[in-house]
């Protein structure tokens, strides 16, 4: 009992003191339990922390990736929009020079309208760029170059000035301008891509980067964290893809509008329009062919709507057109439904793409019948009043040859009297308007012996009244009927006024090139004393200056010395020689 008692009296004193609750939780911490449990937590926190890293990491590499595509394809839209407009204000002008149809104006003015809007939504586009910047302020000026041109064509024509718009438009400076605005637009897409690339670059970099950071935090969640990378590139290239399947989607269909409308337009027009490939093969025409020729298509035939005369010389014209890359442009009599014939004058033109080849022809054809036969009924006229003064030329000297049978001494005078008229004749045959058909008298002829010709009735075999000295040299058709007014006038002139109204006077004609220019001096020697410059100038003057300034691009000069009337004059030698 008094063991027991002992025991119990000792018990309290020998247990183990109770733990504090901070005590308890450390304890917990630091078990087996506790560690592991920490663990867990701690590879949750980590593996959640790189998801939500990872997964914010990854949406904004797409979003900013996203706008990277938008704005590359925004850029790339509004540079396909500007070349766009350029080229409808190219083929706008080309359009009315060609066909003198105001119709033309419509897109052009459209496109005039629109393209410092495009302009500078390309420039604000670009405006982080400095080297994209540079490209677009030469872009800007070629631009402008070109609308300048393009300006001035259509005020020449506007002006009535189309053959100086034509001339001008074949200089193909508005093409050269057109392709270095091609390449300067190709260099600042090319521009872009290339920062497409490279920001794709970084963004690849900094995701690696990314990743490795990643792989060492989480450790247990690789796999997790690659799957999610992957995802977010997966989702991004199927972005990419979608953006460039819808870019595609809306080319074709500007592609579609832009067909539809040249097809609407071509349908308006009052002229035969066709189109053929590169190698002449006819693949459009509008209403108005069918209309006129009653075919249903390009497929048939079309040689056998022109008439049989016109065949031979069609195909050869247009064989060379292919082979060359002229312009194609001849009078046709077109076949109508009615078998009757009219005229036309068809007109193609090649279109080039970037490289300066041949895509294909556009070409059309303009019913000129009632110009053609007005042509016509003015040269009829033209001879028969050539006739009817022809023959009084002829009766004329035949009077003088019977007053000579009269009075046989008289007889030298009139014969000489009778060539001198027959020159007028011949120099009224000079004079006289010419038609293309007319105007073939031999072709090129030499200058001395077109002034022996035409001045013929002053000259006088016993002496050297009219003298040709310097180079002589040959000229065609297109410039003999102006040459003949001038020198007709002025010879008309020295025989009224000047040195062929006196016996001793007389006329010294000289030639000479300087450069592309051929000179011609006139100078008046024995005649009556000049007093000066004439008050004003008279009709035929006038007349004589139009032939030399207006049909022949050339310049006069005329000084009124004392011995007499000085006149120099400088032809293009290009246009002289115009068959």
Known sequence: MHGRMK?????????????????????????????????LVVGILAITFALVSGGLAAQKRRVASQELYSR???????????????????????????????????????ADGRIEAQLEAFRQ????????????????????????????????GRAGEFDAAIAAMRTDASKRIMDDIRGAMN???????????????????????????????????????????????SALAFGARADMERERTAAALRLAGSERRFRIMTEAMPQIVWASDQRGRFDFVNARWQAYTGSPGTQEQWIDHIHPDDRAGIVAAWRH???????????????????????????AVPVRDGSGQIEQWLGTGTDIHEAKLNLEAR????????????????????????SARADPGQAAFAQSLRDRIAALGRAHEFVRPHSPASAARGGKRTFSAFIADLLGAYSDPTSERIRFSGEDFTFGDKSATPLALFFH?????????????????????????AGEDVIIEWRERGG????GDPSREGFGTTLARLSVEGQLGGSIDKVWEGEGLRVRISVPAATLAQA
Not at 7 to 36: F, T
């Open 7 to 39: 025991q119990n009296l000792a018990g309290p004193a020998d247990a183990e003191p109770a733990m504090s609750p901070g005590h308890a939780l450390g304890a917990a911490l630091l078990s087996r339990r506790g560690v592991a449990t920490i663990l």
């Open 379 to 402: 040269e009829l006229l033209s001879q028969e009043l050539s006739h009817r003064i022809k023959n009084i030329f002829s009766v004329v000297g035949s009077l003088i040859a019977l």
């Open 125 to 156: 586009l670009t405006r982080d760029s400095p080297a994209r910047q540079e490209i677009l302020t030469r872009l800007s000026d070629q631009v402008i170059g070109l609308r300048s041109s393009l300006a001035q064509g259509i005020e020449l």
């Open 321 to 347: 057109s292919l082979a060359s890359g002229e312009t194609y442009a001849r009078e046709i009599r077109l076949r109508a439904a009615d078998l009757s014939y009219r005229w036309f004058l068809c007109r």
């Open 528 to 531: 009556p004393p000049v007093n």
């Open 187 to 233: 260099m600042a897409l090319a521009e872009e891509e290339r920062m497409l690339v490279q920001r794709r670059a970084d963004s690849g970099a900094n995701g690696r980067t990314l990743g490795l950071y990643l792989l060492g935090l989480m450790g247990a969640g690789l796999v997790l964290i690659a799957f999610s990378v992957f995802s977010a590139f």
């Open 489 to 513: 006038e002025l010879g008309t002139n020295a025989a009224k006024y000047g040195a062929l109204s006196t016996q001793d006077g007389g006329i010294d004609i000289s030639a000479a090139r």
């Open 72 to 110: 590359t394809l925004e850029v790339m839209g509004v540079g396909r929009e500007t070349l766009s407009s350029l080229q409808d204000l190219e083929l706008g002008q080309r359009g009315y020079l060609l066909t003198r149809d105001e119709a033309y104006l419509e897109p052009y003015l459209r």
